[in-house]
């Protein structure tokens, strides 16, 4: 299993232009998260899922939006970078329905807006 | 709101032992604590979990008080690969809904 898989790994942007974060997992779990981290910070939620075609906002929605077509699938769109949006970011899954499956994530994506 | 509150740094003597603390005041019955750790900027790992008892595995220890407000997690002989942020959180049961953490613990070990 390659478990929670990100790409890009890098990737610079310029203000006002968009992209898709990527994130897929082979582990069939129903729950898939969207992470940011700051410089020195800790993680902040973005978006989650529940499961194919639910999604919902967490701490720090605005900027982003996000889709669950697929079990697998969750990727994270942003519409029109802006320089606060510069940070790391992590996706993250589990089997919701069992309290002793942890989170796993991925290797993060290092997103610059210049 | 994060459900969890923690140091914000800590140090450690290599080979001595490392005990982060968690206050969960508020946690429910069907709550969780889990502990996770993240080294430089890697992604988040998963090291333990518990309910009200008790736990350990090869990586560390976990001391949930018995009303369940507080908890320990326990590096038993700490190395230097152990520096890292460690996060405390609360997760339920069933209805796994939201994933909120804090800002952790820094540990830094040192020779």
């Known amino acids: 299993n390659a478990g929670v898989t990100q790409t890009p790994k890098f990737r610079i942007l310029k203000i006002g232009q968009s992209m898709t974060l990527q994130c897929t997992q082979d582990m069939n779990h129903n729950y898939m998260y969207w992470y940011r981290q700051d410089p020195g910070m800790g993680l902040k939620l973005i978006y989650y899922s529940v499961g194919a075609g639910i999604t919902d906002k967490g701490e720090v929605p605005n900027g982003y939006n996000v889709s669950r077509s697929t079990t697998e699938d969750f990727p994270l769109r942003l519409e029109l970078a802006a320089p606060s949006q510069t940070s790391v970011y992590f996706c993250a899954s589990t089997e919701g329905s069992s309290y002793n499956s942890p989170l796993h994530f991925g290797n993060g994506t290092r997103l610059t807006v210049t | 709101d994060a459900k969890t509150t923690q140091p914000t740094s800590m140090d450690c003597a290599e080979g001595r032992a490392a005990n982060l603390p968690c206050n969960h005041s508020?946690?429910?019955?069907?709550?969780?604590v889990y502990w996770y750790r993240q080294i430089h900027s890697q992604g988040p790992q998963y090291i333990i979990h518990?309910?009200?008892n008790n736990e350990t595995n090869e990586m560390a220890s976990l001391i949930i008080t018995e009303d369940r407000k507080s908890s320990t997690l326990i590096l038993p002989h700490a190395t230097l690969r152990d520096t890292a942020v460690y996060y405390c959180i609360v997760r339920a049961v069933y209805n796994t809904d939201k994933l909120i953490f804090g800002t952790g613990t820094r540990l830094q070990v040192f020779p």
């Open positions: 518990g309910l009200k």
């Open positions: 508020t946690i429910s019955g069907n709550e969780y």
